[in-house]
């Protein structure tokens, strides 16, 4: 899953006290829900800025859900990225499991 805030900053050490809240708090929201969504036992994050050879250039945070014995390396040359209708309906199903949790 990937948060990206609306206003647009390049690095994290632009943003002020209140955006990075924001941006922690929904991460941590959206840690939650992967467990419940997608069967994790837990997530890892990690946040991605105005870095060498980077795609996205605007602050974003990566939750990836785990699991035991998942094997998961970054980058993973042997993962294939999903396709449109799987990454829709994966977005979906997150949607409708954060909005049945209270906010934390």
Do not use: W
Not at 18 to 32: D, K
């Amino acid at each position: 899953m990937l948060i990206i805030p609306r206003a647009h900053v390049t690095k994290l050490i632009d943003f002020d006290k209140a955006l990075i809240e924001e941006l922690y708090t929904v991460a941590a929201q959206v840690s939650a829900a992967v467990r419940d969504c997608f069967g994790a036992s837990g997530a890892t994050l990690f946040q991605g800025d105005e870095a060498p050879e980077q795609t996205l250039l605007h602050v974003h945070v990566h939750v990836v859900p785990r699991r035991a014995d998942d094997n998961f390396r970054l980058p993973d040359p042997l993962i294939e990225e999903l396709g449109r209708e799987a990454r829709q309906l994966q977005a979906l199903a997150l949607r409708q499991t954060l909005s049945a949790k209270p906010p934390l």
